[in-house]
């Protein structure tokens, strides 16, 4: 152990001088840091409380430790007002002290005076200095949220009549014809299992020429819409508005979960030949009317063979509540 010691010693001793010096640098530099964090506040208590301590030391002491004017009270008083006008060296000259203890006394009273008022003037600075860099970061993210805000009004236009394509798909896959309206076409969200019947239907939209089955156009416009999204949240920083960065995520997280089960919609009848040939009209009535007869409760089963329109009822469900927030969000940053 004593060998380990003097090892530690003579390493120590022949450490170089610049490494001595850094050491001490950077401990009064950290000192000055750690002093600089204290309120200034603190500084004002502590250079107000060392008044009576050090004017009761001063009472203690004998008198003859000073020169007392004629007429001179001794009370705590008094030493109160010498202690006063000490640490704030002013030095009237009424009260001196005569001997080395009461000296010796006065002269810490008097750094420690000076050194407060220092810390406190450093703390001043360091809280100024602080004040300074806040507000700077504040106009920087100001300038940035503004900046941002700008990219997202430029694809607010386009954002928003993806999001009224969607939710018009929405009302027509879970409207059944006869059910439809051209004046009034509102996605109810309490819809039923039984109103998707109509799925492979023509949507009639204006926007929809094609004359495809409905379910069609709707896989295409989430795509597209899921796509958007996920270009939106890569070129804009999304984190700004976090409820709609996380509705961005969770409309695609949910489409790229569902695109499995587009091929099979595509396809109806897939999930309904069964090992036998059945034309795509035949498949679409059998499904409809599967759909229409549809008993029991609606979950997803390796034996539904309407578990692909299921995935697609659930995912209607989530999404078109998604997209109507998000239109509800860039609808009030655009007209804040």
Same mark, same amino acid.
């Given at each position: ?17 610049? *490494? @001595? &010096? ?8 950290? !000192? ?21 301590? !050090?004017?009761? @030391? ?8 000073? +020169? ?14 010498? *202690?006063? @006008?000490?640490?704030?060296?002013? /030095? ?6 005569? +001997? ?9 009273? @008097?750094?420690? /005076? ?8 450093? %703390? ?9 860099? *806040? ?17 997202? &009004? ?13 939710? %018009?798909? $929405?009302?027509?896959?879970?409207? =059944? ?35 495809? =089955? ?33 509705? $961005? !995520? ?7 979960? !569902?695109?499995?089960? #587009? ?25 409809? #009317? ?28 989530? #999404? ?17």
């Amino acid at each position: 152990m004593l060998k380990t010691l003097y090892s530690t010693m003579k390493r120590t001793t022949n450490q170089p001088k610049e *490494s @001595v &010096l850094m050491t001490f640098s950077d401990r009064l530099r950290q !000192f000055f840091h750690d002093v600089s964090v204290i309120r200034p506040s603190i500084w004002i208590l502590i250079y107000l409380a060392m008044m009576p301590v !050090f004017a009761w @030391v001063y009472y203690i002491l004998p008198d003859s430790e000073f +020169h007392i004017p004629i007429d001179g009270a001794t009370t705590y008083g008094s030493w109160l007002y010498y *202690s006063i @006008v000490t640490i704030t060296t002013l /030095g009237l000259g009424d009260y001196t002290p005569a +001997h080395g203890l009461a000296q010796t006394i006065t002269a810490i009273e @008097v750094i420690c /005076g000076i050194a407060i008022f220092g810390f406190f003037l450093n %703390a001043v600075g360091a809280m100024r200095s602080e004040r300074d860099v *806040s507000s700077a970061i504040a106009r920087q993210q100001a300038m940035h949220r503004e900046v941002e805000k700008g990219k997202l &009004l430029k694809n607010a236009p386009q954002l928003i009549h993806k999001i009224n394509r969607f939710m %018009a798909y $929405c009302y027509i896959l879970t409207t =059944p014809t006869d059910k439809r309206t051209a004046t009034d076409m509102t996605y109810d969200k309490h819809f039923n299992f039984k109103d998707m019947r109509d799925l492979y239907q023509p949507s009639g939209l204006p926007f929809d020429n094609l004359q495809e =089955p409905a379910i069609e156009g709707f896989l295409r416009c989430a795509r597209e819409m899921s796509l958007y999204l996920d270009s939106l949240q890569m070129r804009l920083d999304m984190s700004l508005w976090p409820a709609l960065l996380e509705d $961005c !995520f969770t409309f695609v997280a949910n489409t790229q979960i !569902f695109n499995d089960q #587009n091929n099979i919609l595509n396809h109806p009848e897939q999930m309904v030949s069964a090992g036998k040939d059945v034309t795509f009209r035949d498949a679409e009535k059998i499904i409809s #009317n599967m759909i229409q007869e549809w008993k029991g409760p609606i979950q997803v089963s390796g034996k539904n063979p309407l578990t692909p329109v299921v995935a697609l009822y659930y995912y209607i469900k989530e #999404n078109a509540e998604i997209a109507r927030r998000i239109e509800m969000v860039m609808t009030n940053i655009t007209t804040a």
